[in-house]
């Protein structure tokens, strides 16, 4: 048996500011709502249309492209049910199932979508609900009354039903319907109920892009960093991208910022993302003398775009010489900001080697990081490639 998915992402976000786009573009731990929706209907086995606005057409198709999806685009209606018309029509296959969800859900999961397409293949159809836990109060003119919860239920979608039952009850539509399952019901089709998913959250406000966020799943990851430079004399000092004076400062192809330099490594390493040579290799002249501030941030965003969190990063110096102490304020301060978190996730510590080793001798500074990041699992399952840019 086939099975099609219809995802509406016609609404705008008109009601978490300033937005002209689809809500549905909207990134959840950076990856955009209708992504994760065709993720999961994807992986369950479903065939995917989107239904959109013409004027977001330029950036569905960008956003598919970037992140490997694949799907069918049609315009929508005047409303919701002229929409998802639309996206029924353009399903071929007329013996097919169709799961017509609202891209606005972000949350649902591969094994929630096979649930309801089992569901609905046992039952003829499939409306995921949740009961009505808290208690409801009718108001009308400032008389509040208490309205038995007992029975109701709240629905969500996706919502399952046979394509040609679909087609059938809106040939019989005689007015506007809220979801297809006021449209099934009117028409005298069985509407089942199916078990629904309590983080089936719509993104209506803002606040519930948060809401999703913290709902979605978190892997944490730690990696290592390490990095050493030469003194050279006529070379500034600069160690997390603080100027520190002394006669002399390291050598390098960049501005040889040593702790800056194993931060970057350590970050590379917790995304599984390769290392700070392969993003700015020494031989390539735009990289001469560059701040590695710019470095370190340039990564930091590329991780951010991935849905890829900074946790907290911890910095040591190996440093004989000079005393770095009266800096290490301006040092967190620095680059916290380049890695766009607060000053409180960043530690930076200095040590010296007792005059042991290289650092001991004064030939050099080294530096050890370790950083944490949190991901979402749908990203390492959606393979995030090495991307220098
Ligand atoms: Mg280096």
Redesign the pocket.
Known sequence: MAFYAVIVCGGDATRMGPMQTSKTLIPVNGVPAVIRCLHAFRKAGCECVLVIRPSDEALFRKALLAWHADAKLVYGGADRQASVKNGLDAIEDRDAFVLIHDGARPMITPAFVADCMQFALEHGSAVPAVPVTDTLKKCTDGDVKTVSREGLYRTQTPQCFRLQDLLKAYALADGSYTDEAALFEHAGLPVCLCRGMAENVKLTQREDIALAERLSQKIYRTGFGL???RFEKGRKLILCGVEVPYDRGLL???D???PL??LTDALLGAAAMGD?GQWFPDTDERFRGIS?VLLLKRVAQHLCGKGIRIVNADVTIVCQRPKLMPYIDAMRRTTAEALGVPTACVSVKATTTEHMGYEGREEGISAHAVATVAVDPLMTEMEAEHDPE
């Open positions: 990095d050493a430079h390098g192809h960049s040889a910022d040593a330099h194993a700070i590695s």
